[in-house]
């Protein structure tokens, strides 16, 4: 059995994927070993909401809408969600004015989680990459996800299948070293 550490430096993010994806039996029991980040008071201020079929083309219809898009490209951007066969929308859920634990705190847990989750779904076999944009907290594509005025979405996790036959080599180059600024 390999290692966390193992699983996070095998970890890379797959840009293309197949049609497979895991059911939400599956996604279930991965969420609930997710959810177990560092949360400052036990809010569990987060939610995930899977997008499969045709919730895709509405989130792409929304997208292009957001963007004013027309023509091809609206087409475009409309077929951004269709490049998965399941994305998984990681909703920031916050209680506003909680007396210990700031909104930024509980969004931060919240990332951990999408963050744990693409890391758990790397090591069951499946492809993930977390995507973003300049819509992800736009009004229209708040409203088709049904975001509550207390929730933000961090982004999707686009999941399926993965293309290549074996898991690809993690990363080679030392990056930790130039990041780490120790203080005495």
């Known amino acids: 059995m390999a290692s966390v550490l193992d699983a996070a430096l095998a970890r890379r993010s797959s840009p293309k994927v197949t049609d497979a994806a895991p059911d939400d039996a599956a996604l279930v029991a991965l969420l609930d070993a997710a959810g177990r980040v560092a949360d400052h008071a036990a809010l569990r201020p987060w939610r995930v909401i899977a997008l499969r079929g045709p919730a895709r083309e509405r989130l792409g219809a929304a997208l292009a809408a957001a963007a004013g898009a027309e023509g091809e490209a609206a087409a475009k951007l409309a077929g ?41 779904l790397d090591d069951a076999g499946w492809g993930v990459m977390w995507r973003t944009g300049p819509f992800t907290r736009h009004p229209l594509v708040a409203a088709m996800h049904g975001l509550a005025p207390n929730e933000r979405l961090l982004g999707w996790l686009y999941v399926g299948g993965r293309t290549e036959a074996r898991r690809p080599e993690g990363r080679t180059d030392p990056l930790a070293a130039a990041r780490l600024t120790t203080l005495d």
């Not at 994305?87 to 920031?92: G, M, Q």
């Open 80 to 120: 951004k969600p269709l490049r998965a066969p399941l994305l998984l929308a990681v909703v920031a859920v916050t209680t506003p004015d909680h007396p210990k634990v700031p909104e930024w705190e509980q969004e931060a847990s919240a990332a951990g989680v999408a963050h744990l989750l693409s890391l758990l």
